[in-house]
């Protein structure tokens, strides 16, 4: 616009000096397209200030994601505390309460059947617990990091699953909801991939995290009818993060996740392993 302006005084005043027709003609020329420009230059500083205010809008949701999942993990987190200081731990004092008994009734022999039935189902019902209490939050994903707590999984799988895992230290929103996945996915393959086997391959370099849940079933899964993995895809959305399923009928099933996370000052090349204490 100011150039257009520029222009046309230019060519104005050259006009005025040759007193030429053709200079004329080429000022007025000029001079009709200033509106053009003026009205292309309020529309190109609106477009600018209007993506400014897009990118700065995508930014604060991008965060506002981001806090609603930590926020989520530090509830499931405090559920777990208080799961373990709580319930378990009182089940776990009714337990040693019931042995007690028992030493006092040996002379029973139905007083103690009914003492071991009772302790039989209060060891369930532990059972029961902690496998809930993993499920909101693991304990060993807290504690040890992400290798183990894949590998805590893969130990309690009904279908073999071999794992292969970087072991390295990641943000706890990534590491959460890639255990999470992996959690999911190894589910899936146990109820409905009628497979063999299943393999858990882990990756992190240059600032992204890389999952594969493969297994040898029968594939066909169809995320799109609706599946565990469909909410899990929200969260590592939230994350910048992207997941995929590959499942041709007859050759198995493949999940893939990839998560950007940021790396330590540091080292800004590569975040190599450092297993926690175990």
């Known amino acids: 616009m100011y150039a257009c302006g520029l222009v046309a005084f230019l060519v104005v005043t050259a006009g ?46 991008r965060a506002s994601r981001v806090r609603l999942v930590n926020a989520g993990d530090a509830e499931r987190r405090r559920l777990e505390r208080d799961l373990h200081d709580g319930a378990q731990s009182r089940l776990v004092s009714v337990n040693l309460l019931l042995g007690r008994l028992k030493l006092m009734v040996e002379g029973d ?12 189902e209060l060891r369930t019902g532990l059972a029961e617990l902690r496998e809930l209490a993993r499920g909101i939050h693991p304990a060993v994903l807290t504690a040890h990091g992400l290798e183990p707590a894949i590998r805590s999984l893969a130990s309690r799988s009904p279908v073999p699953v071999d794992v292969d895992a970087d072991p390295v230290d990641l943000p706890p ?27 858990v391959t882990v990756r992190a370099a240059h600032g992204v995290v890389r999952l594969e849940i493969a297994d040898d079933g029968v594939g066909g899964a169809d995320p799109s009818r ?7 895809g929200d969260r590592v959305a939230a994350l910048d993060g992207t997941i995929t399923v590959d499942s041709p009928p007859g050759e198995g099933t493949t999940v893939r996740v990839e998560i950007p996370y940021a790396l330590p000052a540091a080292e800004p090349d590569r975040l190599d392993a450092v297993p926690r204490a175990m």
């Open 109 to 120: 022999a139905k007083a103690t059947a009914m003492l071991d039935l009772a302790q039989s």
């Open 16 to 61: 005025i000096a040759a007193d030429a027709p053709a200079f004329w003609w080429v000022a007025f020329g000029v001079t009709a397209l200033l509106p053009i420009a003026f009205v292309g230059g309020l529309l190109q500083s609106h477009v600018a200030r209007l993506d400014a205010e897009l990118v700065t809008r995508l930014q604060e949701l």
């Open 226 to 232: 609706g599946s565990g993995l469909d909410g899990l």
């Open 173 to 199: 929103p990534v590491e959460i909801a890639a255990y999470f996945v992996v959690s999911e996915a190894l589910t899936n393959v146990a109820k409905y991939a009628q497979a063999t086997a299943a393999t």
